[in-house]
């Protein structure tokens, strides 16, 4: 995010806190995992294209039997699977073709987790801090609040919330993305019930966070 819009954000946050009484923080992280087995998948996908069309060229060549066929057909699969393996290493997006969404969503929760950790947003008074993590790599958002909010809001709720950042977030607009969650999120909290108390203290930082930001 630019600078500009990291005031915007850092200034939303101010507001939402302002009203609700509640602790944000929001977060942008390149990716949540390395994803090694992904180049494995890669690879093996180049291999297994390579090994259908080496079949399909001799079921329409069934006259193509030199002496070099078996060297050549293999070679032709093994290169186009390291083609796919290094494509996987140096284009994310290629990559990323071959991680499931489940495992992507998964790994983001795990890597919020961490991070409500790391930035002990454990640490407020009334543990009623919420994250609001955006990682690049999976394009995948998460939602993650402190116990103040056990049995007052589930896990639909915070899939709306969710559900609002994940469009602008996909297209690549991040400031777009905080402000829609943070509009989704006040007005959850002000439904439910949350309100300011006038002894609540902001303990924690309302500028957002980005990769490099480290302690």
């Known amino acids: 995010m630019t600078s500009a819009e990291l ?5 939303r946050i101010r507001a939402f806190e302002a009203r609700t009484g509640a602790e944000a923080v929001a977060a942008v992280v390149a990716r949540s995992d390395r994803y ?3 180049r494995w998948r890669a690879f093996a996908f180049g291999a297994s294209f390579a090994a ?6 001799d079921l329409a ?10 060297l050549a057909t293999a070679i032709a699969i093994l290169a186009t699977g ?3 393996a290094l494509l996987a290493t140096f284009t994310p997006t290629f990559e990323r073709l071959f991680l499931s969404r ?48 056990d049995g007052r809001i589930d896990s639909a709720d915070w899939q709306r919330i969710v559900d609002a950042m994940t469009p602008p977030f ?16 006040e007005t959850l909290l002000v439904t439910k019930g949350f ?4 002894m609540t203290r902001n303990v924690l930082p309302d500028r957002p966070l980005q990769p490099g930001d480290e302690r």
Not at 61 to 70: G, L
Not at 195 to 198: A, L
């Open 102 to 149: 489940e495992r992507a969503e998964a790994e983001v929760r795990q890597r919020a987790r961490s991070l409500f950790l790391e930035r002990d947003l454990v640490a407020t008074p009334g543990r009623n801090a919420i994250l609001l993590l955006a990682s690049r790599y999976e394009r995948v958002t998460v939602v993650l609040g402190d116990r103040a909010y």
């Open 36 to 38: 090694h087995g992904l």
């Open 7 to 11: 005031a915007t954000v850092e200034a």
């Open 195 to 198: 309100r300011r108390d006038g």
């Open 61 to 70: 060549r069934p006259d193509w039997t030199a002496a070099h066929a078996s």
């Open 82 to 84: 390291l083609t796919g």
């Open 170 to 185: 996909q297209a690549g607009q991040e400031a777009l993305a905080f402000g829609a969650g943070l509009d989704a999120l």
């Open 52 to 57: 259908l069309a080496a079949v399909a060229f």
